[in-house]
């Protein structure tokens, strides 16, 4: 989504009826620093340069993020 729409009167209230989750997860959504981490740990999964597990869940420790099982 580009930027600019982020300010929408439509987006503010979207985001305004959002449960923590919600808004987390958007808000790392646009973190251009959590996005290249993604990236970064794709690759490397792509790679095969570290195990998919454990790329996962250190990316998921460095960023707070919690799974359902």
Do not use: C, K
């Not at 979207?14 to 620093?33: C, D, I, S, V, Y």
Request: proline share 7%.
């Amino acid at each position: 989504m580009p930027t600019e729409y982020w300010r929408s009167p439509d987006t503010i209230d979207r985001l305004n009826r959002l449960e923590r989750p919600g808004f987390a997860a958007e808000f790392l959504r646009r973190n251009p620093h959590y996005r290249r981490d993604f990236v970064r740990t794709q690759r490397q999964i792509v790679r095969a340069s570290v195990d998919a597990e454990t790329a996962r869940v250190s990316l998921a420790r460095r960023w707070g993020l919690r799974f359902r099982p």
